[in-house]
């Protein structure tokens, strides 16, 4: 009898200060930019993970506003709620995780990130959400 598949709940902050610009991170493992964000702990409310996985990987702390989407890797069966967060506290630093740290513009966003992560981004700031969308980790799949 083979296991079930099994899907992961990762969380994303999209963190935006009050001159429009959006915190994102440089991912060491791969170089790619993205949000803020990561694998949901099992005792965690996502709320509370989204503020943990903004201040490890960037040292900003923030207040959660709003779900802005949900977005599944089709490939890694990932699911991530994304939230929109804004700043209260701390400095830009790397971590482990990252290495670099940098507030982007909505332009800067869609020529850093691949379709996948920057359609998060522009997703929170249009207002209209929360989103519901599928991608295969780079592109966006619609639907059928």
């Not at 989204?50 to 802005?68: A, D, S």
């Not at 995780?97 to 800067?108: G, M």
């Not at 020529?111 to 992560?117: K, V």
Request: aromatic fraction near 4%.
């Amino acid at each position: 009898m083979h296991a079930s598949p099994k899907h992961s709940v990762s969380v994303a902050g999209i963190t935006v200060r009050g001159d429009g610009r959006i915190l994102a991170i440089r991912r060491a493992d791969n170089g790619a930019w993205e949000s803020p964000g990561g694998v949901l702990e099992l005792h965690e409310d996502p709320q509370t993970g989204v503020v943990r996985e903004v201040l490890e990987e960037t040292g900003i702390k923030v207040n959660v506003r709003q779900l802005t989407g949900v977005y599944k890797n089709m490939n890694l069966g990932v699911v991530a709620l994304v939230f929109r967060c804004e700043p209260t506290a701390g400095a830009e630093r790397t971590s482990g995780e990252t290495t670099a740290v940098e507030w982007l513009t909505p332009d800067e966003v869609r020529e850093r990130m691949s379709e996948a992560f920057a359609l998060r981004v522009l997703d929170a700031l249009d207002g209209i959400g929360p989103h519901v969308r599928s991608h295969d980790g780079v592109r966006l799949i619609t639907a059928p």
